[in-house]
């Protein structure tokens, strides 16, 4: 065993408990740890930005303190608060792009980036009756998939899945990742789609597949800032960016599988009812 994947394991058996009690409990912890998570992928976006653009830190701070603002409204359920105050800053910082011919077109990208995991995240775990539950789902899509696509791509290897944008990620490490993800979490969360078999096959299947997207969009970001790693703030893992990759993709995969279920199957209309308990 090298010490990179040494570091990687001690790494995970520290944070990975830690999410975990932060999801069971929920409450201010999770909301404080997804916020700090946020900030975190702010600040590693921020310096990967700084090497095209100058330091601004103070666009950083500023953009910090905006996201804590719009996860707590997230936290205590202000919806129209939250979007409202969501559509004003988007539109204050497009509006300096056009009057003032500026060039901070990135740092929207990257708030935007960073907090609507957290903002979707929050949300879910506020639901009183299925919060846990769907939150769960998230990591745990997101943790199986990695984990699965890592160790059966180095154990069979063969084509590669993007070789211009991630040159370690194989095809057959993308499917068993797919695999696998998919045939733990219908077991694990069978009740919760009831009688609904082939849907519930296809949104697991759906959300790994969105992990893997959510990975080579990330090492496409890389790429192009011209970086191996976000940062190294997580030994053996690089930064927190190169962590919570796969679970943005997840996390915007499940607001829409989660909209489309209530939209279109009578047995799920209470599920948009739980969430105003």
Do not use: C
């Not at 907090?115 to 539950?133: A, D, H, T, W």
């Not at 890389?222 to 190294?232: G, H």
């Not at 960016?241 to 996390?251: M, N, W």
């Amino acid at each position: 065993m090298n010490n990179n994947l040494m570091l990687r394991i001690l790494s995970s058996l520290f944070l990975i408990p830690l999410l975990l009690i932060s999801i069971w409990i929920g409450g201010y912890l999770f909301f404080i740890i997804l916020s700090l998570l946020s900030i975190l992928i702010l600040y590693e976006f921020n310096n990967l930005i700084q090497k095209k653009i100058e330091k601004r830190y103070k666009i950083f701070l500023l953009l910090s303190l905006f996201s804590v603002f719009i996860n707590y409204y997230a936290f205590i359920q202000h919806f129209y608060e939250l979007l409202v105050l969501s559509l004003v800053f988007i539109l204050v910082i497009a509006l300096s792009n056009i009057l003032f011919n500026s060039k901070n077109q990135w740092y929207l990208f990257a708030f935007l980036y960073s907090l609507l995991p957290s903002v979707i995240l929050i949300v879910l775990r506020q639901n009183k009756i299925y919060g846990f539950e769907m939150v769960l789902m998230v990591f745990l899509v997101t943790w199986i998939s990695d984990t699965s696509a890592y160790f059966m791509g180095k154990l069979i290897g063969g084509p590669k899945l993007a070789p211009r944008i991630s040159p370690n990620k194989t095809i057959s490490g993308a499917f068993f990742g797919i695999l696998i993800s998919t045939a733990v979490l219908s077991v694990l969360f069978y009740d919760f789609f009831a009688s609904y078999t082939l849907m519930m096959v296809i949104f697991f299947s759906l959300l790994s597949f969105l992990s893997i997207i959510g990975d080579l969009f990330a090492s496409f970001l890389k790429r192009y800032f011209k970086s191996d790693e976000s940062s190294n703030l997580i030994p053996g893992h690089g930064g927190f960016i190169d962590r919570a990759d796969s679970l943005i993709g997840v996390a915007l995969g499940m607001a829409i599988l989660l909209f489309l279920l209530v939209v279109f199957f009578d047995d799920y209309k209470n599920l948009s009812e739980s969430f105003l308990i």
